[in-house]
């Protein structure tokens, strides 16, 4: 059955330094894959997607990930914290029809 | 951009009553979804429709039923709340449930059953 793993339940990173945060991910086939991000009290809003192709995905507000299929892995990158970007992360898998398996998450927090 | 309200906003239940969490969209999509997240453990699909008057199981259907009168509303019934269902719940939308499509979220409805 197809999984998500994101290993790091908190990230601390500086404002202005770099960022990632890593998803490894189970999918017998072709994955897609999503990267959402929580802010606090809100819904769940898309960063980027990965569909076969580019394995370089560019995102919203200067976030990328880039896919593996060597090391089942979808990490997600920015080359630059902001403290707005201070929320939850998750990763996720399209299980079929459109059904996402999502990983545990990921807490940002960024430092002054 | 894509529109997904739900109601309420958080809720309090006691154990064994009956409980609905509605959900609205306005982004004439197809596929509506409720999902629930729990801390530690991300966001688990409950149930999902696809077309109006028809619901599917999802992951984690046990305890929970859902109906989809119309193409707009979807909600999720708990008929005996239990402790256990004290969670956020999410509804999200979709146009045409393929692989690719970007899934829209509501706020959420926090849950909680004493």
């Known amino acids: 059955a197809q999984s998500v793993t994101q290993p790091d339940a908190r990230v601390t990173v500086s404002e202005g330094a770099s960022l990632q945060l890593r998803c490894k991910y189970s999918y017998f086939g072709t994955p897609y894959l999503f990267w959402y991000v929580q802010y606090p009290r809100q819904g769940l809003q898309l960063l980027l997607k990965?569909?076969?192709?580019?394995?370089v995905v560019q995102g919203v507000n200067g976030f990328e990930a880039e896919f593996s299929k060597s090391n089942s892995s979808f990490h997600l990158r920015k080359a630059s914290v902001h403290w707005s970007d201070w929320a939850v992360y998750f990763c996720?898998?399209?299980?079929?029809?459109?059904?996402?398996?999502f990983g545990k998450g990921t807490v940002l927090l960024v430092s002054p | 951009e894509a529109a997904v309200t739900q109601s309420p906003r958080s809720k309090v239940a006691v154990t064994g009553g009956k409980v609905t969490l509605s959900c609205h969209q306005t982004n004439n999509h197809d596929y509506m979804y409720w999902y629930r997240q729990d801390t530690g453990h991300g966001l688990r699909l409950i149930h999902y429709?696809?077309?109006?008057?028809?619901?599917e199981k999802g992951d984690i259907p046990d305890g929970y039923k859902a109906s989809r009168p119309s193409q707009e509303n979807f909600s999720l019934i708990l008929e005996l709340a239990s402790l256990s269902q004290t969670a956020v719940y999410f509804c999200?939308?979709?146009?045409?449930?393929?692989?690719?499509?970007?899934?829209?979220f509501g706020s959420g409805t926090r849950l909680t059953v004493l």
């Open positions: 429709s696809y077309v109006a008057d028809s619901t």
């Open positions: 990965y569909y076969p192709g580019d394995p």
């Open positions: 996720a898998v399209n299980s079929g029809y459109n059904k996402l398996t």
């Open positions: 999200a939308s979709s146009e045409h449930g393929e692989s690719a499509e970007t899934l829209y």
